[in-house]
């Protein structure tokens, strides 16, 4: 089987530490894929229209509230990755409304670089997993995370890096607001099922360390290859393929897992 932030600053990652650290993991993180699927939906979009959500999602996150990029007429994020990449969404059931996106970006030859080689490459250090020992056609890169500010807590607002995982309590049920802090979980679990689907074997992503650590607590577990440097706040870069990604998810996490990849592969399915 083959395999797949802007990610998240200290409020999200304190989230799911503290969230993820206090469960019982078997029974509670069940109840969290029970509770995930009765109020969420993970996508992919597959035509035009859906892409254009996902780029006016980054747009709000990445122009309008991090200003990373530059506030852009048609209200649309995009950059040259876009063109070699595949994209899911996370959508709010009850409201019909698009939470996040993720995107995973491939490569087909070697003038297709994934944006960790553009901008990053020096920081990976780890000579085994660097990407130029594997095919072009079996890597990929987990890029451009977004949370809409409407699932965020508005006491983490103050925070820059709330635009990238924090939830607002103020419109949702006390059951939709405990699956919430899991949506960035959910969306690695889509990139990772998309990877899986198109023959990806070696993943990379640039990420905060604290992150990192707590994604440990569900079982994701990401090889760092480097130190962190500066890239839109302190990342550094990390590595997983599918052998890793599959052997240490812990067992009540794989049940969100397999629900989350049944709603993926859907989708793929009906793009071929």
């Not at 509770?35 to 996508?43: A, C, K, N, R, V």
């Not at 970006?105 to 070697?110: C, E, Y």
């Not at 990877?195 to 440990?216: D, F, N, Q, W």
Request: net charge neutral.
């Amino acid at each position: 089987m083959s395999w797949s932030k802007k990610l998240l600053d200290a409020p999200v990652i304190g989230q799911i530490t503290k969230r993820v650290a206090s469960m019982k993991v078997n029974h509670d993180a069940m109840n969290i894929a029970e509770h995930f699927t009765q109020f969420l939906q993970p996508e992919v979009a597959v035509n035009d229209e859906l892409r254009d959500e996902v780029f006016r999602i980054r747009h709000n996150v990445y122009c309008e509230e991090l200003a990373y990029e530059k506030i852009k007429d048609e209200g649309k994020e995009q950059d040259e990755f876009d063109a070699q990449s595949i994209f899911s969404m996370i959508k709010h059931k009850p409201s019909n409304t698009y939470t996040s996106c993720v995107r995973v970006v491939r490569s087909a030859n070697d003038l297709e670089l994934l944006p960790i080689e553009k901008y990053c490459i020096e920081s990976i250090q780890n000579k085994e997993l660097h990407p130029s020992n594997f095919p072009r056609n079996e890597i990929a890169e987990i890029s451009r995370l977004a949370v809409k500010a409407d699932f965020r807590r508005r006491k983490s607002d103050r925070f820059k890096g709330s635009a990238l995982g924090a939830i607002s309590e103020a419109s949702y049920s006390e059951t939709e607001l405990r699956c919430f802090p899991f949506i960035a979980i959910g969306l690695y679990m889509a990139a990772a099922t998309m990877s899986i689907e198109t023959g990806v074997k070696h993943v990379y992503v640039m990420m905060e360390p604290r992150l990192a650590r707590s994604m440990k607590f569900v079982g994701i577990n990401f090889i760092q290859l480097g130190e962190a440097i500066e890239y839109h706040g302190l990342r550094a870069p990390y590595y997983i393929n599918p052998t890793i990604f599959m052997e240490n998810l812990s067992p009540g996490f794989k049940c969100l897992y397999k629900a989350i990849a049944l709603d993926i592969c859907s989708h793929l399915n009906k793009d071929k």
